[in-house]
């Protein structure tokens, strides 16, 4: 059974940095794509990066690149999503999703997804 669950979110003030987790079962991580998306109050899901299963290769889109960066411990089936240089645009719900295919297939808005971390940016 695929599962994914997230953690790491929280409050953290503009500029600061945050790690976000995505812990993966029913699966390894190099046979499914894992995305990350975002949901804040009042606007659509947007799909912010994505790690291929073939060889863990990143895509990001252009609000989060150079800032935040997708990775994988294939050992621990974890999948991490770190946050730089936050601002308070970046306050949303994240989430950590698959849609069992290998590539990364954008956007990363996927249907098997955890129940999602919030992070506040706020001073």
């Known amino acids: 059974q695929v599962q994914l669950v997230e953690s790491g979110g929280g409050l953290v003030q503009p500029g600061g940095s945050l790690t976000l987790s995505c812990a993966v079962s029913?699966?390894?991580?190099?046979?499914?794509?894992i995305g990350w998306f975002r949901q804040a109050p009042r606007k659509e899901r947007e799909g912010i990066a994505c790690?291929?299963?073939?060889?863990?290769?990143?895509r990001y889109a252009a609000s989060v690149r150079g800032r935040f960066t997708a990775s994988r411990d294939l050992a621990k089936n974890m999948v991490y999503l770190e946050l730089n240089a936050v601002n308070p645009e970046d306050t949303a719900v994240y989430y950590c999703?698959?849609?069992?295919?290998?590539?990364?297939?954008?956007?990363?808005?996927?249907?098997?997804r955890g129940q999602g971390t919030q992070v506040t940016v706020s001073s």
């Open positions: 029913g699966f390894s991580l190099d046979s499914y794509a």
């Open positions: 999703a698959t849609d069992k295919v290998v590539f990364c297939v954008w956007p990363p808005i996927y249907d098997y």
């Open positions: 790690i291929s299963g073939v060889d863990g290769s990143t």
